[in-house]
């Protein structure tokens, strides 16, 4: 079975400010894929970033950062200076290779960012 | 280029009635998911359709619940004698093909269904 982990059901940061958002996860899956998305008070789903288990390097897609520590079974998401754009939900899913086509989400972290 | 398309937006039902929701995948995607979420809650995974075909439907109940894409149209998700507790926000994800264990999904703005 899996699990997605997201402890902190809220983060407040400061515009400008970086912020890293928790996730862990459990798996038995040898291979797997992790995920964050962020969905805006408007409720679509928008994929930010992607990491797979065996890639070597952290993923980066802009201002988003993916901190991957596979022995701690962490997939942090790191937001580097924080727009107020920024302020929204944020989850993170994996999908294990033999757990089927399934993304399994964590509850979510609401941000907000204030000027 | 439109994305993934859902309609309708929001949809009110009364107890005992039938909610059809329907899904349009990105152009060029023939793998099409549907997600349900429940308040202060993330998504949880329903059903995995190709073509005319039902790939994962692991997340789906038992009953009242079905999911069908057919070879041409939307993707449909209905559910019958609608109860309160169907109340969610429905999403619609596809991916095109060979993507499924790497690929993003892309999402719909989602299906908002209300049961009075």
């Known amino acids: 079975a899996q699990k997605i982990t997201q402890t902190q059901p809220g983060m407040f940061v400061q515009e400008k400010e970086a912020v890293t958002l928790d996730c862990t996860y459990d798996?038995?899956?040898?291979?797997?894929?992790l995920f964050w998305y962020k969905q805006p008070s408007s409720g679509e789903m928008i994929f930010l970033i992607y990491?797979?288990?065996?890639?070597?390097q952290n993923a980066t897609e802009g201002r988003y950062s993916l901190n991957f520590q596979k022995a701690r079974k962490s997939a942090n998401l790191v937001i580097s200076a924080s727009q107020l754009g920024d302020s929204a939900m944020y989850f993170c899913a994996m999908r294990g290779d033999r757990a089927g086509y399934a993304l399994n989400f964590g509850k979510g972290t609401s941000l907000l960012v204030t000027p | 280029n439109a994305g993934v398309m859902q309609n309708p937006r929001h949809l009110v039902r009364r107890r005992g009635q039938e909610a059809r929701l329907r899904c349009s995948p990105m152009k060029g995607h023939s793998h099409v998911y549907w997600y349900r979420q429940l308040p202060e809650e993330g998504l949880k995974f329903m059903v995995y359709l190709q073509k005319e075909n039902i790939i994962d439907e692991s997340g789906m109940p038992k009953e009242r619940f079905s999911a069908e894409f057919p070879k041409e149209g939307p993707s449909i998700l209905r559910i019958q004698q609608v109860v309160r507790g169907d109340s969610a926000a429905y999403f619609c994800?596809?991916?095109?093909?060979?993507?499924?264990?790497?690929?993003?999904?892309?999402f719909g703005e989602g299906s908002r269904l209300t049961v009075l």
């Open positions: 798996t038995s899956d040898p291979s797997y894929g």
């Open positions: 990491q797979g288990s065996y890639d070597q």
């Open positions: 994800a596809s991916s095109p093909p060979g993507a499924v264990n790497t690929g993003e999904l892309f």
